[in-house]
């Protein structure tokens, strides 16, 4: 192609980095272009919630314009910004790699608390004007207040260095792509699984007119198939519920292992509780009208849950069940006590890690009282342990992620081999952690608690049994056997493996904590 293409740029610093990212990308293929700069709609209105801006075009109708006008060749634009259809004579030519969909929320390092989740104080005070945003962090954290937050990534960080709010939130992309320095903050990463992004977040769309075939032709370069395959899925599920209305919907499509896993999250509002849903599958067809069936009014539930442990009045958990009125029936099936009650703290001054399997063995280990005569990092088998360890003045320097304990034991040995842990956990341990680090690997067993299974458990008749730990699994099946029609979840797959020798099929939720479950129980 031997024109110079004209590319259509909002003017914020962002938007001028993704607009000469895309230049960039074209000179590479040896495409000359030069940028012009647009003002949008979305630049001037400073009182409304970004919400009620995203994804309706606020950000878009004058490059729109300008391109069906000719002034221009090209409109770069955020895709999750975009409607969900494309004004007429205009398309979606290619859409670039993306970005780490992550969300990063940032805390004046005076406003951190170790000891409660996400580590902002309690009652503190959020920056973010998405109602995606805030739905999912009232779920996780009721106690946060949330106040509007607008302005470009620079504005907003300014807004929390002066004090404004506690914490803001961002998404990760665009800290990344402007390179900007965060250490003066506090910053705890969630990942998109976790926290669910908005649909296309971290990816580029490229716009041009519709009848320019040469340079849809030319802009094939610079398509990535797999990222549009899996932004389609997302942006159809929005289109679905309401294209760019400011419904706090979240919806992340990624490839893993050869299977497509779909991650959504939906409330009423900014305030309501947001259900969660969690797909793996081959392929897409279909799924975007599963995933609407699963959120439809008239959907029917289980009446009753079972879950092997204490559930709190607070708890994600019992939040979740009980937005859709599900009784839960929690009792525990095994009761833990304690195997030594004095510990020397010497051993301690040997060891550079020290892993945690259980939220039993952290707390049973810090019953010890325990002193750390130099820095120590901390690994854990999950959230739940995490949140165990936050509890006792402590972050994790390693978070597990997986309901499979080889996942996390591969994980692990990367940061670990060679090194000296100590895993305190129960007297007869699984070991699968262990069993994963490599032979110059210095371990160290200390059983700090043991498990009683308890006898003569009463069966329930609830429609959906939830089991969270093997223990559970053999103290309930030692007297009862599976009623007709009821389903099994199993937390992880240490857990799982007991239904496999059983013979029992059963669910597993993809993340080994109270949201995973309840995804799961969501998802049936």
Not at 209 to 223: I, K, V
Request: aromatic fraction near 8%; charge should be negative; proline fraction near 4%.
């Amino acid at each position: 192609m031997d024109r110079k293409i004209i590319i259509g740029t909002r003017g914020s610093e962002l938007a001028l980095w993704q607009a000469n990212f895309i230049m960039d990308s074209l000179a590479a293929i040896n495409i000359t272009a030069e940028l012009k700069i647009i003002k949008t709609q979305g630049d001037r209105i400073l009182n409304l919630s970004f919400d009620k801006l995203e994804g309706k075009g606020f950000f878009t109708k004058e490059l729109e314009e300008e391109l069906l006008a000719g002034s221009i060749d090209i409109a770069v634009h955020s895709h999750k910004d975009l409607p969900t259809e494309n004004p007429p004579g205009l398309i979606i030519a290619a859409v670039s790699e993306r970005e780490d969909p992550a969300e990063l929320l940032l805390i004046l390092k005076d406003c951190v608390d170790v000891r409660q989740k996400l580590s902002v104080k309690f009652g503190g005070m959020v920056g973010t004007s998405s109602n995606r945003r805030k739905a999912q962090l009232l779920a996780i954290r009721p106690d946060l207040e949330i106040d509007e937050l607008r302005g470009n990534v620079p504005t907003r960080i300014g807004k929390l260095r002066d004090e404004k709010y506690d914490a803001i939130m961002l998404a990760k992309a665009g800290v990344t792509r402007l390179g900007i320095d965060l250490s003066e903050f506090h910053v705890e990463e969630l990942t998109a699984t976790e926290f669910i992004p908005a649909p296309a977040q971290g990816a580029l769309a490229i716009q041009i007119r519709e009848s320019d075939h040469a340079l849809f032709e030319t802009l094939q370069a610079l398509n990535h198939f797999d990222v549009a395959e899996e932004i389609a899925l997302e942006r159809g599920v929005l289109k679905m519920f309401g294209g760019g209305c400011h419904l706090p919907l979240g919806v992340y499509c990624r490839r893993d292992e050869g299977k497509f896993q779909i991650f959504t999250s939906k409330a009423d509002d900014g305030e309501g509780f947001p259900d969660r849903l969690f797909i793996e599958t081959d392929n897409l067809e279909g799924v975007i009208d599963k995933i609407v069936a699963r959120f439809a009014k008239d959907r029917k539930f289980p009446n009753k849950v079972f879950i092997s442990r204490d559930i709190s009045a607070t708890s994600y958990f019992r939040r979740a069940l009980d937005k859709h009125k599900i009784e839960i029936e929690a009792r525990s099936l095994i009761r833990t006590v304690p195997v030594i009650t004095r510990f020397d703290s010497y051993i301690l001054r040997n060891m550079d890690w020290i892993f945690f399997t259980s939220k039993n063995a952290v707390e049973y280990f810090f019953k010890l009282n325990p002193s750390f005569p130099k820095k120590i990092k901390f690994g854990v088998m999950g959230t739940g342990s995490e949140d165990m360890l936050r509890r006792n003045g402590h972050f994790a320097d390693y978070v597990g992620d997986s309901n499979d304990t080889a996942d996390v034991a591969n994980d692990f040995a990367k940061l670990a081999n060679g090194t000296h842990i100590l895993f305190p956990g129960a007297d007869s341990p699984m070991g699968s952690i262990q069993q994963g680090l490599s032979a110059d690997t210095k371990i160290i067993n200390l059983p700090v608690y043991e498990t009683v299974l308890e006898e003569n458990v009463e069966p329930s008749g609830a429609d959906v049994l939830v089991f969270t730990s093997p223990s559970n699994v053999e103290a309930y099946f030692a007297d009862n056997l599976l009623e007709p029609g009821q389903k099994i979840i199993a937390i992880g797959k240490s857990t799982g493996k007991k239904f496999d020798e059983m013979g029992v099929k059963y669910i597993l939720p993809f993340s080994p904590d109270e949201v995973g479950l309840a995804e799961a129980v969501f998802g049936i």
